[in-house]
């Protein structure tokens, strides 16, 4: 029924039969696996002062770029926590956040990329900015 749509943003379950679909639609950018790996370190080694630190079992980066520019890379919005559950992933978003941004004060602005997110949960997606 929803397969025609080839909405990435589409599913259904059927918890009695124990089945699941999830939409899906072709992207014309996908990067495999490795690929992912290589822009990321193309990112770090040529773009970002001192590094990357990693957060939510390394799905969200941070560095600076520039002149007290902020860099934040996300590569999902789900799998952040060891904890299984939209809480604990939320918790753990929000207490990385917090020690990215706390004596970060002088950032003069903030780049958010998310070129390369393979997919995830609306609520952490949406707590990036409010974070």
């Given at each position: 029924?929803?397969?025609?749509?080839q909405?990435?943003?589409?599913?259904?379950?059927?918890?009695?039969?124990k089945?699941k679909?999830?939409?899906?639609?072709?992207d014309?950018?996908?990067?495999?696996?490795?690929?992912?790996?290589?822009?990321?370190?193309?990112?770090?080694?040529?773009?970002?002062?001192?590094?990357?630190?990693?957060?939510?079992?390394?799905?969200?980066?941070?560095?600076?770029?520039?002149?007290?520019?902020?860099?934040?890379?996300?590569?999902?919005?789900?799998?952040?926590a060891?904890?299984?559950?939209?809480i604990?992933?939320?918790?753990?978003?929000?207490?990385?956040?917090?020690?990215?941004?706390?004596?970060?004060?002088?950032?003069?602005?903030?780049?958010?990329?998310?070129?390369?997110n393979?997919?995830?949960?609306?609520?952490?997606?949406?707590?990036?900015?409010?974070?």
């Amino acid at each position: 029924m929803i397969e025609p749509l080839q909405d990435s943003h589409t599913g259904l379950e059927a918890q009695d039969i124990k089945a699941k679909f999830d939409g899906w639609r072709n992207d014309p950018h996908h990067l495999e696996r490795d690929d992912r790996k290589k822009a990321g370190w193309i990112i770090e080694s040529k773009y970002v002062q001192g590094g990357l630190r990693a957060y939510c079992k390394g799905h969200v980066h941070f560095g600076i770029v520039g002149n007290a520019i902020g860099y934040l890379w996300v590569t999902t919005f789900y799998d952040y926590a060891e904890v299984e559950g939209h809480i604990a992933e939320l918790e753990c978003l929000q207490r990385s956040l917090d020690a990215i941004f706390d004596g970060n004060e002088k950032l003069k602005g903030l780049v958010i990329d998310v070129r390369l997110n393979h997919r995830g949960d609306d609520p952490l997606g949406i707590e990036i900015p409010r974070g």
